[in-house]
């Protein structure tokens, strides 16, 4: 299948890139993921305005501890994120494999962790979801934290008897 500038290639079904495809940037040849964008996020003027607008600086974020996003693509029919396809698995996948980390290597998955979100922090945005699943390692130990621009639904609020005030 072919979307604009992209030739699908394959389509995960499991793990973190669920529901992704993979994909050819037919000019250049370089491999990248696309991840297709339904619901009210495209469908509200609004919160599109929003998504492009935080793409936008997701785009300048550049760290060697952060996924890229190269792209946000709207062909009318079909709108989607263009992201860094990156070799290696998931944390999580490694963890289940492989059993526990031993304590430097956690130190050291966590230093790199932690260097990407300071730069993506710096530019005002948030993770919202660390965990292994959303850790990505090569097989030479480096980690990436898997980033994407769409934003979480927003903040939950507390009704006011769960608030853990006491009378």
């Given at each position: ?60 974020v550049k760290h060697p501890h952060l996924n890229r996003c190269f792209e946000l693509v709207d062909l009318d029919q079909f709108k989607f994120l ?86």
């Open positions: 299948f072919l979307y604009g500038d992209y030739k699908v290639d394959d389509r995960f079904e499991i793990g973190t890139p669920a529901a992704m495809f993979k994909a050819v940037h037919v000019p250049t040849g370089h491999p990248v993921l696309l991840h297709f964008l339904s619901g009210p996020i495209t469908e509200s003027p609004q919160r599109w305005a929003e998504l492009v607008a935080r793409t936008r600086m997701v785009l300048e263009v992201l860094e396809d990156l070799p290696g698995r998931s944390l999580a996948r490694h963890l289940a494999a492989a059993g526990p980390l031993d304590a430097p290597e956690a130190c050291r998955i966590l230093r790199q962790a932690a260097l990407g979100l300071h730069c993506l922090h710096l530019t005002g945005q948030v993770h919202g979801d660390v965990r292994p699943a959303n850790l990505w390692r090569d097989a030479a130990g480096y980690v990436k934290v898997l980033f994407s621009p769409v934003p979480w639904p927003g903040p939950i609020q507390r009704r006011a008897d769960e608030s853990g005030e006491r009378s």
